[in-house]
């Protein structure tokens, strides 16, 4: 992982790649603009490091820099709502079913 913030849980290697895509994507669009990082850490508000931590897709950038910083050159995210809510229903399962194992466990 990148120099920076660090998470406790491990990210899947789909979902490190995602974040990578979407670092290079804004990459892409602030060079495609001629803009340096520095005027991209005006508009967004954020310091010049964090535009160079959502470009090289470190993890441990907040989810709304990085889309506030594709949302600068109308690129909109790829996730969708339907995604959003696939992915809920998936962890509302498993936490679910490890609540369901602990219960049965406890009798």
Known sequence: MAQGKRISAEIDAGALLAIRQLGASARAARMAANESQGAA????????QTIGRIESGESGVAIGHVYGMLALYGILPPASVATVDTAMAQVSHRSHTTDSASESGSD
Do not use: E, I, P, Y
């Open 41 to 48: 850490a005006a508009r967004l508000g954020v310091h010049v």
